[in-house]
């Protein structure tokens, strides 16, 4: 029997958002309570680039209309393809077609991809007031017939049927549920997005590219980037940039990787200074506002762990399988769960009690396996190595 006490999203990140509308479309009540105190609050990361799989997923839960403006709104890139260039000398070093997961369904070879700001919006229409901004969920409580989130300042939600963690790396909801089985872990590798008007992109022209910089004695800096077509020539448009560095590179003052503007952008320049020309109009025009640092992190390499069902909280994106940027497939994977988990609750009309173990049980083998793909291609790239037992965690 369908239980109509409303499903509580923890956070109004990308995975949160999408299960929102699929909530939404199949007139199931729900609320989502997100800690900032709106879309804009914080910088909103880099670009991100969508498999066939997470396309799938999508498209599975949104409405016609609301797909089609979702599709509208990503970039489709050709030209090079995947390209790799010695940051320094600008040889390339590198170059082949996108990987098949990567590229558009409709057999054009082209990378689909869209910035996380467009993502969030997008999901989010319909379901806007169904939304309670600056309300920061630090754990739950169970009670006779249901759920509350417990909020920052101790007050409580209203009863759940259901509450979902949704709310990141930092996921309160996710080590309680766990008893502390999920682990997210700091790789020690940082980062920082950036972004600079369109035509300081026409150097590299249309494609996805990495530059890599392989001259410095303390390690390797790199940045990841997609030029789409149709708007090298506007300065009124913004690409962005996504760049890393092995452990100890990139440091962000006082450790605190909460900054964002001049000095993010001030370390990206410096770290950059040596580059070739074709790539320096990315960092000299860079709008230094939006520079952001970032820490690049991974959940337990070999795998989602197991933890005793709770028939009225579960977890899903970030908050249960954080992934290096490392492949391109953290995002994709998040959208599954959203994509699961709601047909799941539409089948039963609401919640049921068994739908969380059903929905776990599918999650880890799929998210298991792509959180080992990004691990594995992380340590080649960015150096890195998790040792489960003794590796710092956040």
């Not at 799938?56 to 995947?82: H, M, S, Y």
């Not at 502390?180 to 026409?202: C, M």
Request: charged share 25%; aromatic share 8%; with cysteine.
């Amino acid at each position: 029997m369908s239980d109509r006490k409303p499903i509580l999203i923890a956070g109004a990140g990308l995975a949160s958002l999408l299960l929102a509308q699929s909530l939404r479309l199949s007139n199931i009540p729900f609320k989502v309570f997100e800690r900032d105190a709106s879309f804009v609050f914080r910088a909103q990361g880099y670009r991100l680039r969508l498999s066939s799989e997470g396309l799938d997923a999508i498209q599975a839960v949104l409405d016609p209309e609301t797909w089609k403006r979702f599709w509208e709104a990503c970039g489709k890139t050709g030209g090079l393809g995947f390209a790799s260039f010695n940051a320094v000398t600008g040889e390339q070093t590198e170059h082949h077609l996108a990987p098949p997961t990567l590229v558009s369904r409709q057999g054009e070879g082209k990378t689909i991809g869209i910035s996380r700001g467009d993502m969030r919006r997008i999901f989010a229409q319909g379901c806007e007031d169904n939304i309670e901004w600056a309300r920061h969920v630090t754990g739950y409580e169970l009670t006779g017939d249901g759920v509350r989130a417990i909020f920052a300042d101790g007050t409580r939600s209203v009863e759940g049927s259901l509450l979902v963690g949704g709310e990141g790396i930092y996921s309160k909801v996710a080590k309680q549920l766990s008893g502390g089985k999920l682990k997210v872990y700091d790789t020690g590798a940082r980062g920082i997005h950036g972004q600079a008007p369109s035509t300081a992109f026409k150097g590299l022209g249309e494609g996805v590219f990495r530059l890599r910089d392989d001259t410095r004695p303390d390690g390797a800096v790199f940045i990841i980037t997609n030029v789409r077509p149709g708007d090298m020539d506007d300065p009124d448009v913004s690409f962005g940039w996504t760049m890393g560095g092995q452990p100890g590179v990139i440091r962000a003052p006082n450790d605190d990787y909460s900054i964002v503007g001049k000095t993010a952008a001030n370390i990206a320049k410096s770290l950059t200074k040596n580059w070739h020309p074709r790539f320096r109009p990315l960092f000299d025009e860079m709008n230094e506002s939006e520079a952001a640092f970032w820490k690049i992190t991974c959940s337990t390499p070999s795998g989602v762990p197991e933890w005793p069902n709770e028939p009225r909280v579960t977890v899903i994106g970030d908050a249960v399988h954080s992934m290096t940027p490392a492949g391109g497939i953290g995002a994709n994977t998040s959208v599954r769960d959203s994509a699961l988990l709601g047909r799941l609750l539409r089948e039963a009309g609401g919640y049921s009690p068994e739908i969380t173990a059903l929905y776990e049980k599918d999650m880890r083998v799929y998210a298991s396996e792509a959180v080992h793909e990004s691990y594995s291609t992380a340590v080649k790239q960015f150096g890195i190595l998790i040792d489960e037992k003794t590796s710092l965690t956040i």
